[in-house]
């Protein structure tokens, strides 16, 4: 997709040559006196009542007089703010999506939009238009080639515009490899498109293999990647954009590429599901794959320690003792709770790069979607500063997540009378418990944990990866630039090294 950002005024609107002209408007109009065919065309549905008030309220017309576009969608936006724009486009991109438009006119000049507006704007029509063909080619490819974006000062929006395209870039790439089916994204697969990705400039990809993870004493991720014919993988990714020797973020992505659940396997219902294991991984790659393109001003280490979850006459058992690259040695009572077991080696790995701060991402439990659903993913911190951060950054970028708590009191249920400690609590507070393990290999590292187990992938008829967060991490990086950027002095705006390219 190709998307271009224009100052348009509301007569430049009428006059711009697309399939399909898509008009924000908003609820009360700035320039009561203008004249032109589309305040006109406003005005009259309006009068007539032919376009209701309320959020993505529509009105499709054909061949109106004036407009160079042979359809012209009129869609509510009231306040014309970030979310209500993106409320909006979701309801007038359905239609465009059915009537596969391949040249579209966005049209957000009647009112004053923000940055944010604008980003979202863009992020929109991307998510309502993504297809997933890798393994189906009867799948009908995307129609949507080109968007135009019409706002009424193109300079003031342009960052905003810049973040929404690698922002797709991202979430797009975040989308194709969570996707994937197990067999299509393997270990071995998700090292090669790591690979690929630090051949970009500015990034740089390491991938180590059983030899030497076995060398680093990781015996917890050894424990799990036993069970599998595939070999583990360990993605070590750098993004340098920021002054050298500057204390880079560090985001860990659970990367198992399918999970059986191990010797205490799961339930044959919706087990395919578990392909997306690796959501936190596709959402580190996804980063990384923005970051290229829109090169904010700071450095990022990524990490993905990658296994499958199977059972095998090699498989880990329940009730073995493994111990971890931090020394603490760890009785595995449940081979299902496997995601912790990666992580926590991979976050002890973490501190040799001295972190600003530490993320791990992982679709960790099933008590996480029972807690928050689909809406928000669970945001876990021993720090105040960088859980506000990242919850500012989800509300910002409009991917959201919401804090709970890590009581010491907890953890009382890791107890183990064989090892330092078990990896399972029971069932109550099972999203907590499950942080609690990780916060023991966190010692005095600022870490957060996002568990994205109800955000990463949706169900049922619309079955798919969602993306999520790449906007959440991408909007606390740059948030990080800007606070980097102001702090050295050089003024707040001076994030971006280079003007992105696309
Ligand atoms: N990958 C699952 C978590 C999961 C389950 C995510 C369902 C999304 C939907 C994880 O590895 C797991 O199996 N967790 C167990 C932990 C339990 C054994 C303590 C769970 O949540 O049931
Ligand atoms: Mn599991
Ligand atoms: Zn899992």
Not at 271 to 282: H, S
Not at 454 to 460: L, N
Request: contains cysteine; aromatic residues 6%; positive net charge.
């Amino acid at each position: 997709m190709n998307f271009e950002l224009k100052s348009l005024s509301p007569s430049q609107a009428a006059q711009l040559n697309t399939d399909t002209l898509l008009v924000l408007v908003p609820d009360t109009q700035t320039d009561k006196a203008a004249s032109g065919a589309l305040q006109e065309l406003i005005a009259g549905a309006t009068r007539l009542g032919d376009l209701e008030q309320g959020v993505g309220k529509l009105l499709s017309c054909y061949r109106a007089p004036g407009f160079k576009a042979s359809r012209v969608l009129l869609v509510r936006v009231g306040d014309g703010s970030a979310a209500l724009v993106r409320k909006a486009l979701t309801a007038g991109l359905a239609a465009v999506k059915t009537a596969g438009v391949k040249k579209l006119g966005l049209v957000l000049s009647l009112f004053d939009a923000s940055n944010d507006a604008v980003r979202a704007a863009v992020q929109c029509c991307a998510d309502a238009t993504y297809v997933y063909t890798t393994t189906k080619p009867s799948a009908k490819a995307r129609a949507l080639q080109q968007v135009v974006v019409g706002v009424s000062q193109a300079a003031a929006v342009r960052a905003g515009f810049d973040t929404g395209r690698a922002l797709i870039t991202g979430v797009e790439f975040a989308k194709e490899w969570a996707n994937r089916p197990a067999n299509h994204a393997t270990p071995t697969h998700l090292a090669e498109a790591a690979r690929k990705l630090g051949r970009l400039p500015g990034l740089k990809t390491d991938v180590l293999g059983p030899k030497q993870v076995e060398a680093l004493g990781m015996g917890s991720f050894l424990a799990v990647a036993k069970g599998s014919a595939e070999p583990l993988r360990f993605i070590v990714l750098h993004y340098n954009g920021g002054p050298k020797g500057s204390a880079p973020v560090v985001l860990v992505g659970k990367g198992i590429t399918f999970d059986t659940g191990g010797i205490s396997i799961k339930p044959a219902a919706e087990m395919d599901e578990m392909k997306f294991d690796m959501g936190g991984a596709a959402s580190v790659l996804g980063t990384f794959a923005a970051l290229a393109e829109l090169r904010p001003a700071i450095n990022v280490v990524g990490l993905i320690p990658s296994c499958e979850n199977m059972p095998d006459g090699l498989a880990v058992k329940p009730g073995d003792v493994v111990t971890s690259m931090s020394g603490q040695t760890i009785e595995i009572l449940n081979t299902d709770a496997e995601g912790r077991l990666i992580l926590c080696d991979a976050l002890t790995y973490a501190a040799r790069f001295k972190p600003h701060s530490v993320i791990d991402i992982a679709t960790l439990t099933g008590a996480c979607v029972i807690a928050l659903g689909g809406v928000r993913s669970g945001l876990f911190s021993t720090r105040d500063d960088l859980a506000q951060a990242l919850q500012q950054a989800g509300e910002t970028a409009q991917d959201l997540c919401w804090r709970l708590p890590l009581d010491d009191e907890y953890a009382e249920g890791l107890k183990s009378n064989f090892a330092d400690m078990g990896n399972v609590a029971g069932r109550a507070g099972g999203a907590i418990t499950a942080a609690k393990f990780l916060q023991k290999f966190t010692a005095e590292l600022p870490w957060a944990h996002l568990d994205i187990a109800g955000t990463a992938w949706k169900s049922g008829a619309a079955k798919g990866s969602t993306g999520r967060p790449v906007p959440l991490l991408l909007q606390y990086l740059i948030d990080q630039a800007d606070a980097l950027a102001a702090g050295a002095g050089k003024g707040a705006k001076a994030r971006t090294k280079k003007a992105a390219k696309v």
